[in-house]
T-cell receptor
Framework: GAVVSQHPSRVICKSGTSVKIECRSL??????MFWYRQFPKQSLMLMAT?????????EQGVEKDKFLINHASLTLSTLTVTSAHPEDSSFYIC????????????FGPGTRLTVL | AQSVTQPDIHITVSEGASLELRCNYS??????LFWYVQSPGQGLQLLLK??????LVQGIKGFEAEFKRSQSSFNLRKPSVHWSDAAEYFC?????????????FGTGTLLAVQP
């Protein structure tokens, strides 16, 4: 089956630093990937759609200059949280749709970001 | 606009008892419907999905769900719960024919299993 990986699984950083999270499709190509954010005991909120070779599409209320997305290849999308602050601490999950037409998506294991 | 409602935030059942988790959706047509399970600190695992055809869908781990168009519901069921089923369960809806394949998630139901 399709596998999506994320790296790192956990990261702790100081306030004001930037953190990069990678999302890879291991055995399939993904022209589109999705980035979600999940606060404790809450649902997944779609942040943005990452498009290979073009700009990401951000959901309303998500700061594109804060959350930089780069989809440089068909198997890799990166999310960079710039000038991170404690309120950015969250669980970030990426997903990639399979090759079928039925919206099935494959999720990465998530990245726990803690900003001190 | 699409939306998903999971009315039950937290449910506790005894091991061996039956389970039903509720999910209602709002969408202009028949959507794609999904149930995912998430263990603490983990990503999401697909339990089952409905695209078309038989409205009773079988999934992994003994779960099933029934699509009821008249009620805009897609409730998840399991006849006998195991302690390992304790987790958070998310219902999600996806648009048909959409190029972006976005999913909209419900707020989740946290399942606790008593011995």
């Amino acid at each position: 089956g399709a596998v999506v990986s994320q790296h790192p699984s956990r990261v702790i950083c100081k306030s004001g630093t930037s953190v990069k999270i990678e999302c890879r499709s291991l055995d399939f190509q993904a022209t589109t990937m999705f980035w979600y954010r999940q606060f404790p005991k809450q649902s997944l909120m779609l942040m943005a759609t990452s498009n290979e070779g073009s700009k990401a599409t951000y959901e309303q209320g998500v700061e594109k200059d804060k959350f930089l997305i780069n989809h440089a290849s068909l198997t890799l999308s990166t999310l960079t949280v710039t000038s991170a602050h404690p309120e950015d601490s969250s669980f970030y999950i990426c997903s990639a749709p399979g090759t079928g037409v039925n919206n099935e998506q494959f999720f990465g294991p998530g990245t726990r970001l803690t900003v001190l | 606009a699409q939306s998903v409602t999971q009315p039950d935030i937290h449910i506790t059942v005894s091991e061996g008892a039956s389970l039903e988790l509720r999910c209602n959706y709002s969408y202009g047509a028949t959507p794609y419907l999904f149930w995912y399970v998430q263990s603490p600190g983990q990503g999401l695992q697909l339990l089952l999905k409905y695209f078309s055809g038989d409205t009773l869908v079988q999934g992994i781990k003994g779960f099933e769900a029934e699509f009821k168009r008249s009620q805009s519901s897609f409730n998840l069921r399991k006849p006998s719960v195991h302690w390992s089923d304790a987790a958070e369960y998310f219902c999600a809806v996806g648009a048909r024919g959409g190029a972006t394949n976005k999913l909209i998630f419900g707020t989740g139901t946290l399942l606790a299993v008593q011995p």
